[in-house]
């Protein structure tokens, strides 16, 4: 992704973030951040906003996707889609976590994020479950080429090896 | 000040009759402003140039036409040359109009027949850089003057009586300030309240912020004052059913619902309560405890006298109880009581309707009616209230034990999208304050206040904000996420972020109090008055007339206008009151002399006027006939203006008078000129702003003005357009409210897509058509407007050699350079001109060393 798109995308954030007012109802709401105080939808935005950056920690990949900050704002900013924004800029620059990176290879390698075990389908022919449909990986990959995702792991694999270097 | 000019005074022998209507004589009075004007506009030009405009009989050009003598010499030129038409060819109207208006109507004319050509702010100071096409300008603008000065229309200038009498909504604190002020000024005053008793919410309340009094102790007073005072006519337990009417003279009629119990008779023994079988939750005590059907609201009510809850009462005969009837020794029970209809009439009206306090059911997460110790602050003040359903205790609702810590939880219900935008206030103030009391009752609980922004913003409140850090009140950046409640021991866990140190905080609480805000409840008042978004009544001015309403002789005061305390309710009221008085004591209201007309032959009845007039000013009778009241009217002609059958006459702003205005500024090289239309209160001060400034700009523009941009019809860029005008400018109040009349605005700029569609019709290129919004602030604008459609003007006419203009334009390019130039050589002095020349350079040399 070029520079400009990047910064454009990063303005469409802080555009979506500045109604903000630091009220911390969202943080108070949210089921992470009783867990992981590390995690704080209030302070992600608020460094989108006003110190114009993606936050380098890299605490937004905790966020569960709850919505439960978006539901609750006062101010109706949609917290859980900055947050999604926040991931996407941060892996682009091959900053995504090691684990998301992995399950990015195995939905590219298997067409699913968590591998069918035999004992699974044993489960399921005990239970008189029908087989589970074999994914199209031709599909799969199509959808990696139209949505970039090729590049992203790309790049965070090239990253991860760096930094094991 | 000098004197008028030799030259001017020796004119009046030398009378030139144009006219061709033998009725028309007009006399003008180009002024030379000193030098202000005279120092660029060839004045004597200008006046040589008008005397060959039809209907001009005198001309006559003065130093100062503004002084005194200058006023003189209209006044007496009028006696002595009959005139019945006065243009004056100096300053922007909105500097002198009143002042010539004046002086003519001394002379005994009408005051509607002078007119103003603004040749200062709009020519000399603005096109001081080219004296031939400034001077040239100012013929073009008196001609337009002259041309809308022959079909002026006298006006006259009308009153209506105005009834003593005032009509106050709702008496609350600051329904009863208003009533009050304005009986003890003599007038006779119906207040009318909705509730039983008269006080309002501040009846309710414990102490009031910031010096913790009593509420009732200083209330109670009050009250006794209103019931008792001669001149006020106390009508409880009823609503304001219809208004009609206007200003002065408004014909009200009040619903008046049943009480049952004869106010006169009626002692408050209360021996009745004690017979009555029927519990009902008590209205003042919150529902924190239960009354009888038959009821008084607290002991110090006015009129103090019980009634009946009609809902919930088993019905007043023996056969289904009538206990109460047996048992009232003074026979104050009236079974047979029915609603009942009073009217009266009324100069003015005062809405003090007050607010509602916020719901927090619409607030699940924070538990408000599934965890009894949630509760609001008025829940609160009740508790702590010595009256109250506790006796003063403060108790857990679930167990009735004292609370150890109490959480209060600010902006619910406020500074919040979904519910209200706004801050309520009031509501900081108020927990402060509660804490406060927490605090001075068991100085052993525990008080935290979660807070967003604490704003403690009125006169003492810091030193209780202080206090209350003194009394060791535990403040906590971050409003409430939510609450949850121990199922068996019922008390309850706040979750906040105390974002001062970004950690969560998840406390237990005994108690927790919602700081509630208020919620607006205007919007049904039988007469026309705008409301917010969230219900209050909208000011006529935010500022400068923050009581007025846009219904002339309505006002209003208190919460009903936003949420403020009883301090802000009470002075409200009183100005509310004072401003009503104004009205009612000069006993005579004058009606908007211009106000628009319907012409019944043209109206085809589509009823457009009725929906365009902000004031509900223009109503449909009984036979479909669409009439305006001139006492509502204020003119703006919003109505004209979107009128399909032109069947609205604006008096002094016809669509004759606009279109002649038109037709003039575009006799001569029309694709050089821009038809530029402003209104009255903002536009066109901000283009005299920029002649103040000296702003310089192009000479092409000219200006029409208008009362407001609603004015504006789509036909008037039409026919500038069929007439080839280079470009033309709308330009009113900015959006959304700066509008002098409210929405004249949004209705002109509904128009510009239909003249767009015209113009893609008819091949007009979009640039030149322009819609901006000036204020009388952005003379700057204004300037770069100008300039900018003047480089419009420019490429037009380059690109335009299509086989219509042309053809004109030889004849008409060659006629006025004829004209004017002789003129000018003969006319100009040669200090004048040489003055005129060094400015020029000096100013065109500035330029280029900008750019």
Known sequence: MTDEGRN?????????????????????????????PEMNPRLAVDSVVSEGH??????????????????????????????IGIKNISSREGKAPKDFVESGEALLASGCLSPQSNRSDKKRVDLGLPDLPQPDLEQVKLIFEATGAYEVLEKNRAAAKEEAE | MTTSD?????????????????????????????????????????????????????????????????????EEAIKEHGLNRVVVASCSPTMHEDTFRKAVKAAGLNPYLCIMANIREHVSWVHRDNPEAATQKAKDLVAMSVAKAAT???????????????????AGVAGMQAALDLADSGFKVNLVEKQPTIGGIMAILDKVFPQNDCSICILGPKMVDVAKHPNINLITMAEVETISGYVGNFDVRVKQRARYVDIDKCTACGDCVEVCPVDVPSRTDQNLTWQKAIQIPFPQAVPSSYFIDQDTCLGMDLIRCGKCIDRCEQEAIVSSDTARYIDFEVGVIILATGFNPASPEKIPRLGWGRYPNVITSLEFERLINAAGPTEGKLVRPSDLTKPHSVAIAQCVGSRNIDTRMNCSNFCCAESVKCALLIKEHYPDTEVTIYYQDLRMHGKYFEEQYLKAREEGVKFVRGRVGEIQQYPKT??????????????????????????????????NFPIPISCTSDSFYIESHPKLRPVDTSSAGVFICGGAESPKDIRDSVIQASAAAGRAAIILQKGRYPIEALSARIMQDKCNRCGTCEKRCPYGAISQDGTGKFTVTGALCQACGTCAGDCP???????????????????????ENPEDKIVAFACNYCSYRGSDLAGVSRMQYPTNARVIRSICSGRYSTKFAQKAFELGAGAVLYSGCHLPADCHFQTGNHWMAKREPRIRGWMKRNNIDDERFRVEWVSASEGKKWQTIMTEMAEVTERFKKS???????SAKPKKKTEPKTKAKPKKKTATKPTKATKAKSSTKKSTTKKKGGK
């Open chain 2, 645 to 667: 059958q032109d069947a609205i006459y604006m008096p002094n702003f016809t669509n004759e008078q606009i279109e002649a205005q038109i037709q003039i500024a575009l006799a």
């Open chain 2, 152 to 170: 002026l229309e006298a006006q006259k200038e009308l009153d209506v009586p105005v009834t003593q009498a005032a009509l106050v909504v709702g």
């Open chain 1, 8 to 36: 454009q995308e990063l303005e469409e954030l802080r555009k979506a973030g500045r109604p903000c007012f630091q009220c911390g109802i969202c943080a108070s709401s949210c089921p992470v951040f009783r867990v992981a």
């Open chain 1, 54 to 83: 993606v936050p380098v920690e890299g605490n937004e990949w905790l966020c569960s996707y709850c919505l439960m900050c978006e539901e609750r704002c006062p101010m109706g900013v949609s917290l859980a889609e900055i947050l």
């Open chain 2, 800 to 806: 335009k050699p299509k086989p219509k203009k042309p």
């Open chain 2, 6 to 74: 030799p030259k001017g005074s020796a004119e009046p022998t030398e009378i030139e009759v144009v006219s061709t209507d033998s009725e028309l004589r007009i006399g003008v009075f180009p002024c030379m402003c000193g030098k202000n004007i005279g120092a660029v506009v060839d004045i004597e030009a200008v006046a040589e140039y008008s005397k060959t405009l039809p209907g001009v009989v005198l001309v006559q050009v003065n130093r100062y036409t503004c002084a005194d003598p200058g006023q003189r010499e209209i």
């Open chain 2, 490 to 523: 019922k008390n309850l866990r706040v979750s906040v972020e105390d974002t001062t140190h970004n950690r969560l905080e998840m406390l237990d609480f005994d108690m927790v109090i919602l700081s509630m805000g208020a919620e607006g409840q205007s919007g």
